[in-house]
């Protein structure tokens, strides 16, 4: 079975007396599952832990044991170590070090991560590109400190490798994915309720939104990209959030020939939010990076203020060049 060097991790972890983690900006279920399968193991072996994220929870994670301990708040002389997980860049992903930079930069940082774009902050980087998720990572770190895994940890972990792989439908489902699966399975996880929180429950004003986006939605053949502008008139005619934007992507990105998908949103504040979806061959981190952003090879996305009138077609230059 696979495993990461990890005295570094147990020296850090046994010199601290008060752990703080840190969940990504509009948490998924990957930084989410993978905080908590943490949380869970620090915890029964007495260390004190805190996960903290700047955004709520999406209540779709309801499901998770103990998915209110986490705090959107945090006081910083409360810790002596900070450990991110799923958290690529510390300045623009964690939403608290514009707030405390002092502590960000003076506590040692545990950083837990497998987005290839990871600038590997930190006193100690747990870095693994190849891992589908977090959550995979995690579960061997678990498993070699000897942790006794059961449906919670098993039911972390599941929603973080479902989430990250698109329920094993993304390229980056692998076998060391299906392995760690099988070993999860093995304790109870309700995968299928797992599949209908993520991604098959529809409430009716995300739908509504979906008709909206999909009526006006552009096809360009020649450079084999779709996209779409939401406005905010859109978010309120149909009365759905932000969040309910997940998974529209796919369903874009089903149109043959395509080779990348964009949804622009509009946000406060001239905000918008870019999300890219690619093909094999096409970066869509690179094109994230040209506005500011990240992620991964084939999906990955950007926080704008760009002004609205020159969006799609700014957009498509830039992608089509
Ligand atoms: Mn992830």
Redesign the pocket.
Known sequence: MKSYPLDDFIDLIDQSTSILQIAHINP?G??LGSNLALRKFLLSNDIKTTVACFHKPSPQYSYLTDIDCIQNTINPSDYDLIITV?VADLKTMTGFYPQFTEFFENTPIINI???HTNSRFGRLALIDPKAA??GEIMFYILNSLGADFDQDYATYLMT?LY??TGSFQHSNTTSTVMDVSANLMLHEVQHNEIAYQLFQKKLLPMLKLWGIALNKLNVDEANGISWVFISQDDFKQSGAEAKDIEGLINLMHGIPKIKMTVILSERENGMVKGSIRTQEGVDASYYAAVFGGGGHNKAAGFNANLLKASLPTHTTAIVAA
């Open positions: 998924d990957d930084t799923d991560d497998h987005h998720s977090v973080a989430f990250d």
